[in-house]
């Protein structure tokens, strides 16, 4: 329901990636995704998997778009409906997703063995080209999978 009034509003949501804690990409304190080079966006610090190494940590899809590029060191990117490219960044991981797939916001794609295959313990969810978004706002916090974990509005 709030979908379609966001959209009326050009707002767009972006879901959170995995269960755990949002926070702006700038704290991950990677010394890399955190700098903002490869994009803005956030990170989510799972909540599980983490501390017990049986435990898989799912991904799941953080907004609605087609799987555009697949990598082994880098995760996957998606492209959403209105032309902004987002990456997923893990290490690793068994996908459900092909390339070409459509993903919707929430869906699971991609189960990771261990926390090894977390960027400096968080999973990134960038967004490739900031130059087209006029505002981006992170829901810090602890999030649900698919939960909102941010908003950001795109230039027409």
């Known amino acids: 329901m709030f979908r379609n009034f966001d959209d009326m509003l050009g707002v767009r949501i972006l879901a959170a990636a995995a269960d755990g804690k949002v926070i702006p990409i700038g704290e991950l304190g ?83 063995p261990r926390a090894g295959a977390l960027i400096n313990g968080g999973v990134p969810v960038l967004i490739n080209d900031p130059g087209r978004i006029t505002e981006l706002h992170i829901k810090s916090g602890r999030r649900r999978h698919g939960s909102a974990a941010a908003y950001y509005r795109v230039s027409e």
Not at 34 to 40: I, V
Not at 50 to 71: H, K, N, Q, T
Not at 89 to 95: A, D, I, N, P, S
Request: aromatic letters at 6%; a negative charge.
């Open 30 to 112: 990677d010394g890399v995704y955190s700098k903002r080079g490869a994009g803005d966006g956030y990170a989510v610090i799972p909540s599980s998997g983490i501390l017990r190494a049986e435990r898989e940590i799912i991904l799941y899809s953080p907004a609605d778009g087609v799987v555009s590029e697949i990598s082994d060191r880098d995760g996957i990117s998606l492209r959403t409906g209105d032309g902004i490219t987002l990456s997923v960044v893990f290490r690793g991981g068994t996908l459900s997703a092909e390339l070409g797939a459509r993903l919707s916001a929430g869906e699971p794609f991609c189960r990771l």
